[in-house]
C-alpha cells in the first residue's frame, strides 16, 4: 500500500472543495476532511505519492422524510 499524502474533499456533483495534507498528521487531516465532506454531502478521496486518488468514505445527501399526516377530509359539495 502506498503512503496517503493528502485528503480531497469533491461534493457530490465531483466538483473540488478542499484538500487536506497529512503533514497536519493523519488524523487530524481525516477529520478536517470528514467536517467538510458532511457540511457538503461529499467524497472523501486518498492521494497516494504517485497521484492516485482512491474513494475513502460518501456523505449521501439525506433523503427527505416522507410525510405521513393525514389529509383533511373534504367536504362533497
Known amino acids: 500500500m502506498k ?3 493528502r485528503y480531497i474533499v469533491k461534493n457530490a456533483k465531483g466538483e473540488y472543495q ?28 486518498s492521494v497516494d505519492a504517485s497521484g492516485n486518488e482512491t474513494e475513502v468514505v460518501n456523505f449521501p445527501k439525506p ?4 410525510n405521513n399526516r393525514k389529509k383533511p377530509m373534504q367536504r362533497a359539495a
Do not use: M, W
Open 3 to 5: 503512503s496517503i499524502i
Open 18 to 45: 478542499s484538500a487536506y495534507s497529512t503533514k497536519l498528521g493523519n488524523d487530524k487531516a481525516f477529520k478536517y476532511a470528514t467536517l467538510t465532506a458532511r457540511d457538503v454531502f461529499g467524497v472523501i478521496y
Open 63 to 66: 433523503q427527505p422524510k416522507k
